[in-house]
Nanobody, 131 residues
């Protein structure tokens, strides 16, 4: 079983920055597509950003393009989400998710952005952006 642990959430004013980390126990981390989702109470889980198992491709939700950057540190089995110019609308619980098997865009954008396509999840970390 692969364990995912998120950290780095907190309270920040609008316009500020946060850096989220997701550390995994995956033995073959370089074969996992890694993705960040977020969820607000009463709403469906929303795709944020994904990075290919090889690290040479990324995909972002339109709402975060130009503000968020996803990256991976294979030496530490870690995925990062740098969040800049934060808005109150970014307030949510942020979850790290993993898909094994060197799979990327096998069902197109709708597949990579679907929570149902991921096998492993972290516990989530709260991000709150005040006005």
């Amino acid at each position: 079983q692969v364990q995912l642990v998120e950290s780095g959430g907190g309270l920040v004013q609008a316009g500020g920055s946060l850096r989220l980390s997701c550390t995994t126990s995956a033995r073959t981390f370089d074969s996992y597509t890694m993705t960040w989702f977020r969820q607000v109470p009463g709403k469906e889980r929303e795709f944020v950003a994904a990075i290919k198992w090889s690290g040479d491709s990324t995909y972002y939700a339109d709402s975060v393009k130009g503000r968020f950057t996803i990256s991976r540190d294979n030496a530490k089995n870690t995925v990062l989400l740098q969040m800049n110019r934060l808005k109150p609308e970014d307030t949510a619980v942020y979850y790290c998710a993993a898909r094994p098997g060197r799979l990327w865009m096998t069902r197109g954008i709708e597949g990579i952005a679907s929570p149902n396509d991921y096998d492993y999840w972290g516990q989530g970390t709260q991000v709150t952006v005040s006005s």
